[in-house]
């Protein structure tokens, strides 16, 4: 789906690293074999959600991905960064958007209970899920 939601957007690249990996996926693993893979070639960054970013340290290695410089942070409604630890702050990346009240836990939701999520994703995602049965309750096929 990453790939169908990207397709048209030249300045984004789907990468296969976690899924060729064996056993537990940490981002800090990710993003050093990204790094090796891409040298100094591409500046890499890691887009994080501001509910993520709050529960950084409870992460394999934080201070890894902090001190890597690549870390992106987007508010999110409900989440406040007011009171983000300054160790973190001062090593992310905090880009002003508008709060945009999407999740994908809402979009599982919307999908299992037979609502649209026409506009909430890439209307290519829309028809894989429709077409692939994502998200349906058992025995429910609409």
């Known amino acids: 789906m990453v790939s169908l939601a990207i397709q048209d957007h030249e300045h984004f690249q789907v990468s296969d690293v976690e899924r060729e990996r064996s056993g537990p996926s940490y ?3 990710t993003m050093e074999i990204m790094r090796s893979q891409y040298g100094s070639r591409y500046r890499l960054h890691f887009i994080v959600g501001a509910d993520s970013i709050l ?3 409870t992460w394999r290695r934080p201070e890894s991905l902090l001190d890597s410089g690549m870390l992106v942070v987007i508010p999110r409604p409900g ?3 007011s009171g983000l630890d300054e160790r973190v702050r001062e090593k992310v990346t905090i880009v002003p958007t508008p709060l945009v009240e999407i999740s ?5 939701s919307r999908v299992r209970s037979g609502r649209s999520i026409r506009y909430l994703v890439p209307s290519a ?3 894989y899920i429709r077409e ?3 998200y349906r309750r058992p025995g429910n096929p609409d």
């Open 55 to 57: 529960e950084i340290f």
């Open 27 to 29: 981002t800090f693993e």
């Open 104 to 108: 994908s836990s809402d979009i599982r």
């Open 79 to 81: 989440f406040d960064l």
């Open 132 to 134: 692939n049965g994502l």
């Open 125 to 127: 995602v829309e028809a």
